[in-house]
């Protein structure tokens, strides 16, 4: 039995027909950038998500870059100033912070729930503290009562990495992530819960400056044609990927679902003495994008090999933190004494295993059979 990680061909062919016909519509309509597709899929998004606007662009690391700018061009935030961030996440976030020449301050995550302690922020803000920038990773609800009472008392701006965390609910307020703080960037890489057929991102927001500055920033830094108010770049949506948005942000909840029966497949059934899991969230604050396990005692590499020998793809998130990169090794921003174990413990015994909304049960089955015999 062969069970790759994550099978993209086999996600696409679960809603093939529609996504064909919607290709088509585009393709035979002749419209192919800034028009009703976006329109369309921004609309519903808003919607889904529980915000006022929707900015589709071009990735989801420009769209965490643009919330970023548009604060500075606000004059919210200038060059120099400071953004807590989560030191395990993808580097993109962190980019989106460099980029823009803020200043990422890294905080560690708990090992038991792998995402920012919240318990460590409030000893790193400082005057230059401008936003928190949180990161639902693996689709694990990342935000707490703490952190949203930290932002009020200390005037920070909550910006969101949701890139990994479509459909993730708070339960306190049943807000989903992307409503929450003040701004969010989302990806639709391919295979994010909701994926794109290329690359894909939007920025959300309820804040109406911030939704115009942001829109005008990924179409050349202009709001009216041939007149230019920012120097932007070019990161827009085209019409094909929006298209399929729309298509799939329909089936999100069930493909959401999916996901769900098989996370609680693999937390009922797994049982190997080398293997952890993080703690259990109330169902609806997981959107189960990955399902991390942690691999102690070395043992990670040598169970990611005997699983790919046994035909089962897993991946790890990831391998090299973003502090221990060759981009930002000898960037210490403000901390020469930059030390990070439960970040790099995690980078050490991460393990995700397959999940999606394509994976049978029976191949999960397979893939659990597999972990607890391995010794
Ligand atoms: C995928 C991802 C991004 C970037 O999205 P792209 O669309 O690939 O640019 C940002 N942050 C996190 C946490 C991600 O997983």
Known sequence: MKIPFLSLKDVTALHG???NEAVSRVVNNGWYLQGQENEQFEEHYSKYIGCKYTIGCANGLDALIWIFRAYIEMGVMQPGDEIIVPANTYIATILAITENNLIPVLVEPKVSTLEIDDSLIEARITPKTKAIAIVHLYGRMAISPKILELCKMHHLKLVEDNAQAHGCIYAPTGQRTGSIGDAAGHSFYPG????ALGDGGAVTTNDPDLAVAVRALANYGSQEKYVFKYTGRNS?????QAAILDVKLKY??????????VAAYYIEHLDNMNVTLPDTLPMEQNAFHLFPILVGEGKRDALHDYLERN?????IHYPIPPHKQECYVKEVWNNPQLSLPITEKIANEELSLPIGP???????????RLINDFV
């Open 17 to 19: 027909v529609e996504i």
């Open 192 to 195: 994010k819960n909701l994926g």
């Open 311 to 315: 035909g089962v793809g897993t991946v």
């Open 252 to 261: 999100l909840e069930k493909d959401n679902q999916h996901r769900k029966a």
């Open 236 to 240: 827009r949506l085209d019409e094909v």
């Open 358 to 368: 394509s994976i049978s049960l029976e191949e999960v089955a397979e893939v659990v």
